[in-house]
């Protein structure tokens, strides 16, 4: 049962941008962690970005290194993927995710606790 809800994935052209939000609507309970993976079609899901606020720790998949930006809104208590300079292989289902256990690190989708429904991104050449 996904707990996350993710928003703003759509259909836009190469070299353009789109900004995912990831809301976590357990209040009061807040994760100190959350991260964003993709998974395209016929792909195991792989990590794109993590956060971890008490730390200020973050990571990026090389793929998208200097085009997609992870930030956390305190206000609205969200997370957003900034997605810039979109290539066609950055098509994919978008997941948020929250409640870093580990063992294993931010990368691997194990470590994870909590996930949304998705948010579909497509890009056109």
């Known amino acids: 049962r996904a707990q996350l809800v993710e928003s703003g994935g759509g259909s836009v052209s190469a070299g353009g941008s789109l900004t995912l939000s990831c809301e976590d609507p357990?209040?009061?309970?807040?994760?100190?962690?959350k991260a964003w993976f993709r998974q395209a079609p016929g792909k195991e899901r792989e990590a794109v970005a993590s956060?971890?606020?008490?730390?200020?720790?973050?990571n990026y998949a090389d793929s998208v290194k200097g085009r997609f930006i992870i930030s956390q809104d305190y206000a609205k208590d969200t997370v957003a993927l900034q997605m810039n300079s979109l290539k066609p292989e950055d098509s994919a289902m978008y997941y948020c995710?929250?409640?870093?256990?580990?063992?294993?690190?931010?990368?691997?989708?194990?470590?994870?606790?909590?996930w949304g429904q998705g948010t579909l991104v497509t890009v056109s050449t």
């Open positions: 956060l971890c606020t008490r730390d200020g720790r973050i």
């Open positions: 995710a929250a409640d870093f256990r580990g063992p294993y690190g931010p990368e691997d989708k194990k470590s994870w606790g909590a």
């Open positions: 357990r209040q009061p309970y807040r994760s100190d962690c």
